[in-house]
């Protein structure tokens, strides 16, 4: 199996800066897609941003231009840089990787972490 853990969430002042961070670990044999997503109260989850393996990115609307995923592959992490902070962007943000593992190796799974609170404050 694959886990997954976020850390860099926090309280920021609206216009601040935060930078999230997620490590994969276990029997990982490849990581294809990594994105983060978040889920706001009384909301669907949403993507805010994606990132292949050879670097494609994509990234929500709302969030172009201020927000930048980038991903460390010797590393098996994913980070999101977030800038400009809204307090529409307060929610909790998770990870989510597609992965293939050594027990499994033809096949893709996805796996979520657990969440970490972003809090953008007005």
């Known amino acids: 199996q694959v886990q997954l853990v976020e850390s860099g969430g926090g309280l920021v002042q609206a216009g601040g800066s935060l930078r999230l961070s997620c490590a994969a670990s276990g029997s990982i044999f490849s990581i294809n897609e990594l994105a983060w997503y978040r889920q706001a109260p009384g909301k669907q989850r949403e993507l805010v941003a994606a990132?292949?393996?050879?670097?494609?990115?994509l990234y929500a609307d709302s969030v172009k231009g201020r927000f930048t995923i980038s991903r460390d592959n010797a590393k098996n992490t994913v980070y999101v840089s977030m800038n400009s902070l809204k307090p529409e962007d307060t929610a909790v943000y998770y990870c989510?990787?597609?992965?293939?593992?050594?027990?499994?190796?033809?096949?893709?799974?996805?796996?979520w972490g657990q969440g970490t609170q972003v809090t953008v404050s007005s």
């Open positions: 989510n990787a597609r992965a293939t593992t050594t027990q499994a190796m033809g096949v893709i799974t996805g796996y």
């Open positions: 990132i292949t393996s050879g670097g494609g990115t």
